[in-house]
């Protein structure tokens, strides 16, 4: 089947850096997409990766090894307003969206 | 203004009711989606569409109806709600199919089944 696996939580302080994972199992890859979403809200994206290596963007950085079906997203300088959940998702081979449950995000002062 | 709009935000209803989530979108974007979201499980795809007139089924269309008459709108009907379909509902465009192409998503429906 496929699968993808992220943390339930986790805990960071306000300023510092931070890395959520993410390894998935997928029938064919068409890309790997990272979103954000606030509790309550919306999910929004983030970033999307579909070549190995890393995306740069502003404060947030997404890496990718499709050899080893890895994905990282990496939160520098931190702040409140970032605390929130995490979602990954892989395009398969049908273009169909395999969702990670999402890695609950916690800043604290 | 441009956007994905989903009503109404917040729905009570009883077992075995009729309910109808709206979803419209002003972008013309090809591709709609469906999706439930429960704690502890990723986004689940319960249908999407890849034009007016074309739907197929996602991973769980049990219990639920989807029209696509026009392009902007896309209704997801629970036809006969049960307590197993309280979730959020969430609904999506994208312009593609193809690898790089975000979903848009709307700002979703709570729904509580009583």
């Known amino acids: 089947g496929q699968n993808i696996d992220q943390p339930t939580e986790m805990t960071a302080t306000e300023g510092a850096i931070v890395q959520i994972n993410c390894t998935y199992q997928?029938?064919?890859?068409?890309?790997l997409f990272w979103y954000q979403q606030h509790a309550g809200e919306a999910p929004t994206f983030l970033s999307y990766?579909?070549l190995d290596g890393l995306e740069e963007k502003g404060r947030f950085s997404s890496f990718l090894s499709r050899s080893k079906g890895y994905s990282y997203l990496l939160l520098k300088e931190l702040q409140m307003k970032d605390s929130a959940s995490y979602l990954c998702?892989?395009?398969?081979?049908?273009?169909?969206?395999?969702w990670g449950a999402g890695t609950k995000l916690i800043i604290k002062p | 203004d441009a956007g994905i709009t989903q009503s109404p935000r917040y729905k009570i209803t009883e077992t075995g009711r009729q309910v109808t989530l709206m979803c419209h979108q002003t972008?013309?974007?090809?591709?709609m989606f469906w999706y439930r979201q429960d704690l502890g499980h990723g986004l689940r795809l319960i249908y999407y569409?890849?034009?007016?007139?074309?739907?197929d089924k996602g991973e769980v269309p049990d219990g639920y109806v989807v029209s696509r008459s026009k392009t902007e709108n896309f209704p997801l009907t629970l036809e006969s709600a049960t307590r197993s379909q309280t979730s959020v509902y969430f609904c999506?465009?994208?312009?593609?199919?193809?690898?790089?192409?975000?979903?848009?998503f709307g700002n979703g429906t709570r729904l509580t089944v009583t």
């Open positions: 999506a465009s994208s312009e593609l199919e193809d690898g790089y192409s975000p979903l848009h």
């Open positions: 990766n579909v």
């Open positions: 569409s890849a034009a007016a007139d074309i739907t």
């Open positions: 998702a892989v395009k398969d081979s049908n273009y169909q969206l395999i």
């Open positions: 972008w013309s974007h090809s591709y």
């Open positions: 997928t029938s064919g890859f068409n890309g």
